[in-house]
């Protein structure tokens, strides 16, 4: 355990304590060469696993060629990226905008959706989390994060989410935008309804507000489809995506339709380091894994399997959708952490004390899925 962590190191200190050496798809090593199942994915950025052989070499070709250069020229692969995922997006975010981080993809959302509509006010949701710029903690639900902010924050109009209706809360006519994740991961796993989602999207245009879908997590083939956004009656305005965006390599994209694309001025959004070649060639790399390998599908096979095995343990339920899965449990969360890390496997806590969060890379492979399988009925009881 880094108990001797750097005095250097500012920041929260580890969830686990290993000091990880290397990874190879959905597993890693510690210093010590202990092995462990990776049902974590590194926050849900290992959406190809670790070090798969294609992205290195992608990686690897590109920075032979050119490690870096900014948006003041034309690129190639930058191009060829963007392309690669206006294909994948609903097809009316045909336009994407590359930065670095969920939280810069959010925050340029946030600064569209002000500019374009002219209003001044938000709605975002009970349980939310958006990332920590001062603009997207003003729309995250952490008090422990954004109270010592609050004076700068916009003004903020909160909702239940995917509760029951509580519309009349809020005045859509005044405000920019609402954004929210489809599924709250953080917050513990919460799936919204399609009808409600359809529903809010409804009242929102009606009233000239904009919808912002956060799909840093749900996006990019976690839930077992591309996107959230696209489902029939779900055509949010903009869409943000981040994470395993290039399998690691730090990429961040906001996607908006023609007509905002359309109301944005040049200097409205920048970034030195957004689509850079070596990002964007392990951009179209991962796209190119995650669909060789048909591993949208795997996700909703084995996400299935999951499922079955979560609910039929005593008094447990399991939350979620595809490789974005909860599980509710009669025991703490973090006891259960610690039960599975003992026994070789990654997971993650949530906000709710009650539900461990499951966010493997989309190419887990099944013999994986059955040793955590055998290790959640070892601790949770036998389900007879
Ligand atoms: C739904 C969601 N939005 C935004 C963010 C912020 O992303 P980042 O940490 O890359 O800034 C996260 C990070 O966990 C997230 O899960």
Not at 73 to 97: C, D, H, Y
Not at 113 to 138: D, E, P, Q, Y
Not at 246 to 265: Q, R
Request: net charge neutral; charged share 20%.
């Amino acid at each position: 355990m880094p108990s001797d962590l750097s005095p250097h190191l500012l920041g929260q200190g580890p969830l686990w304590p290993i000091e990880i050496v290397r990874g190879r798809n959905d597993r890693v090593w510690d210093a010590a060469g202990r092995m462990f199942y990776d049902f974590y994915g590194g926050h849900a950025v290992a959406l190809t696993g670790h070090a798969h052989p294609h992205i290195r070499k992608a990686i690897g070709r590109e920075m032979r060629k050119l490690i870096f250069y900014s948006t003041s020229t034309r690129l190639e692969v930058r191009e060829r990226a963007a392309a690669a995922l206006a294909a994948r997006l609903p097809s009316r975010l045909g336009q994407v905008f590359f930065s670095n981080s969920g939280a810069e993809a959010n925050d340029n959302a946030l600064k569209i959706a002000l500019k374009v509509t002219g209003r001044g006010r938000l709605i975002a949701f009970r349980g939310s989390f958006h990332g920590r710029t001062a603009l997207t903690l003003s729309v995250t639900d952490d008090a422990r994060l954004n109270a010592p902010f609050a004076r700068f924050a916009p003004q903020v109009d909160w909702l239940p989410f995917a509760g029951d209706a509580g519309w009349d809360r809020v005045d859509f006519r005044e405000s920019a935008a609402v954004i929210l994740e489809p599924i709250q991961s953080m917050g513990g796993v919460h799936v919204a309804p399609d009808a409600w989602l359809g529903e809010l999207i409804q009242r929102a245009h009606a009233a000239g507000c904009l919808v912002i879908f956060d799909e840093i997590q749900t996006g990019l083939g976690r839930t077992g489809t591309w996107f959230c956004a696209g489902a029939p009656g779900l055509a949010p305005d903009l869409v943000t995506m981040a994470k395993g965006l290039a399998s690691g390599i730090p990429v961040a994209a906001t996607a908006v339709t023609p007509e905002i694309a359309s109301a944005l001025d040049p200097h409205d959004l920048g970034s030195t380091f957004g689509g850079g070649p070596v990002a964007m060639a392990a951009l179209l790399a991962t796209f190119e894994v995650l669909e060789r390998e048909n591993c949208l599908s795997a996700v909703r096979q084995l996400s299935q399997k999951l499922v079955t095995a979560i609910n039929r343990l005593p008094g447990c339920t399991a939350l979620g959708r595809g490789f974005l899965l909860g599980i509710r449990s009669p025991r703490p969360g973090r006891w259960l952490c610690d039960e599975l890390f003992a026994r070789g496997f990654l997971v993650g806590p949530s906000r709710d004390p009650a539900v461990v969060r499951l966010l493997p890379p989309l190419t887990l492979r099944s013999r994986s899925v059955d040793c955590f399988i055998d290790a959640l009925e070892d601790i949770l009881g036998d389900p007879g």
